[in-house]
């Protein structure tokens, strides 16, 4: 069993940065990749960005050159800085680590870019 918890969502202007935080739990020993996803309303969740135990990062076309994931492995922790917010950014960003047959989800964080 692997917990997420992500913390560090909120209300930001537009151009405005934010730091996202997801703690993991559990059977963490089994964790290769971490993923950053979002799900804005009445769309599909999709990916932001992941990254491997290693370092290997991989970014959705729409965070490449604004946001940043990055890991501490001993910390157990995953981070998604986010710069040059908009509009459309905004989304519940949820935490993700697939391991084996199964996926792991936190419970998300709500990130709002508005004026």
């Known amino acids: 069993q692997v917990q997420l918890v992500e913390s560090g969502g909120g209300l930001v202007q537009p151009g405005g940065s934010l730091r996202l935080s997801c703690a993991a739990s559990g059977s963490i020993f089994s964790i290769n990749v971490m993923g950053w996803y979002r799900q804005a309303p009445g769309k599909q969740r999709e990916l932001v960005a992941s990254?491997?135990?290693?370092?290997?990062?991989n970014y959705a076309d729409s965070a490449k050159g604004r946001f940043t994931i990055s890991r501490d492995n001993a910390k157990n922790r995953v981070y998604l800085q986010m710069n040059s917010l908009k509009p459309e950014d905004t989304a519940v960003y949820y935490c993700?680590?697939?391991?084996?047959?199964?996926?792991?989800w936190g419970q998300g964080t709500q990130v709002t870019v508005s004026s």
């Open positions: 990254i491997t135990k290693g370092g290997r990062t």
């Open positions: 993700n680590a697939p391991v084996a047959l199964r996926v792991y």
